[in-house]
């Protein structure tokens, strides 16, 4: 007897389960461009059949892919005819594909700015994966997103207690590697913005063994990124930049042109700059932006990878090419979405060039502008401190001492409520001081020079941060007749400048500062001991706080799902780093797992 042939539907239906599973093998691997045929053809081959779980399945991963490539109105779109098709299937299967179209919608909200929306939809997603209350392993990956969601909004305490409570959820009922080494990387990341360097790395360190373990690629990638940024912030740069080359390695043996290829070279650009090889970073930043226009032109990673390029361009002192980058990068977010925080970051990096180049009303304009768009999305954030201290220091500049100790102030409530013993916490500390300073306050400012010299010592002991906030103390008690009390803190201040940067201007500023307080205290060698060693400094010293000090990183937030993809990111959220007495630069930050 023969054998019956399949029917038609029966044969479309085998067809296209083969292209979703080449779909999702070829996104996790990091080929979108595979990926999104697959599951186009796959969603054509149902096209004839009833709504069902498989069809809502596909357009949740093709949502996924748009998000991926920054595409939000069709990542929205794919989402919202995931949910309608779901929510008509009766199934558990139905349900579980209903939740997945509203977390990739709050996804949405959530790169947008949309922070209670986001918390809202997440929340109603979580409520459907849960059994009679208790928590899912399904359940546990939106828990995740409602810690990105907190965290957004700078509420890290929230946000860490929903991880932990996501990585409790995924240990107990026996989570994948993947899952578990995602939220490890993502407490750690707080750990790292709290200045808990050590705690972060050993957390990453566990995470990379379970990605080692379990052969994660992708998580095992991102792991590596943000092990790169913390030895760099920590001072260790070369270090910093192996880890960072690896990973960029490891994606583009994945898949040699991507987003996610795109994103470690705009890492590797700025871990060259803290390493000060210009030119490389220079080559990294191009390369980025070279993929970003191919692959995702007009996308808020396009935008970023611009915007790093900026950044690279202005360190080089070219502010004209620096200018017209950031201009493009906020041209891109405002068609965006307007009143973004991509726009906003925009608006403060281009203030940041025309402080560099001494037009402080015009950068003022700027911060002014960038400031309302923060607090309207993420009003306690520590990215809200950032703007608030750049308007400070401007209005420091500009005579207007009310004015800038009143956002000096904002901005050191932020960022203490985020982490009270944070890098960030020492960086106001410092900046209020000079502010008090001026004023002639010397008492007070030697209370918080105090605190910012402990608040630095504990985080990192002989970091360039460590070195400005001693500098900076010796100056005041200088000025206050400590000549005794400042000596000492001067010398350990030029000790830390010859191991961590032995040919930095840092360096010479203090041996300067150093001999200054020499001269005044008579001491036989001080001729010896000034900037130069040609001769005695013809003048006391003030340069202790117009240094940068090594920033303080801000994480992109990025929901879960139960793929790892290859990158995802907010648009243009960019990392702090303050100068003392200084300004701050936002850009691209640590990355957060998603599932």
Known sequence: MATPWPARGTVSAIRARRDTEAGFTAYQRGDLDEAAERFTRALSRRARQPPSAETAEL????????????????????????RDIAQQVATERGQEETADALNNLARVDLVQGRYAAALATFRQAHDLLTDDGRPTLASAVITQNLGAAYDYLGDLPAALTHYQQALGTMVALG??????????????????????????????????????????????????????????????????????????????????????VASAQESLARAYLAAGLSDEAAVQARAAVEIQAELASGSAGHATSLATLGAVQGAAGDFDAALRLQRQALTIHEAIQPDSLGVATDLNNIGLIYHDLGDLRRAGRYYTRALPLYEARSPRSATTATIHNNLGVVQHALGDLDGALHHLEIALALDRRAAARSPAVATDLMNIASVLLTRGEHQRALGYLNEAVDLDSAAIPDSPARAASLAALATTLAQDGQLDAALPLARQAVGIDRRSGPRSDRLVSDLTLLGDLLVRNDEPDAGDRGANGRGRPGRFHLAAFRDRRAPARIRPRRPARDLPPPDRRAAAARSRGRRRGGISLLRTSPRKVAE
Not at 183 to 211: K, P, S
């Open 59 to 82: 357009l949740n991963a093709l949502a996924r892919i748009h998000h991926d490539r920054g595409d939000y109105p069709k990542a929205a779109q794919a989402s919202q005819q995931a």
């Open 175 to 260: 989570g994948s590697p993947a899952r578990r080494a995602g939220c490890m990387n993502n407490i750690a990341t707080i750990h790292h913005e709290n200045g808990e360097f050590d705690a972060a790395l050993r957390l990453l360190d566990e995470a990379l063994e379970l990605c080692r373990d379990a052969g994660l690629v992708t998580v095992g990638a991102t792991v590596l990124l943000n092990m790169g940024q913390i030895l760099v912030d920590r001072g260790e740069q070369q270090q910093g930049v192996d880890r960072i080359e690896a990973a960029l390695r490891i994606r583009q043996a994945m898949a040699a042109r991507s987003v996610a």
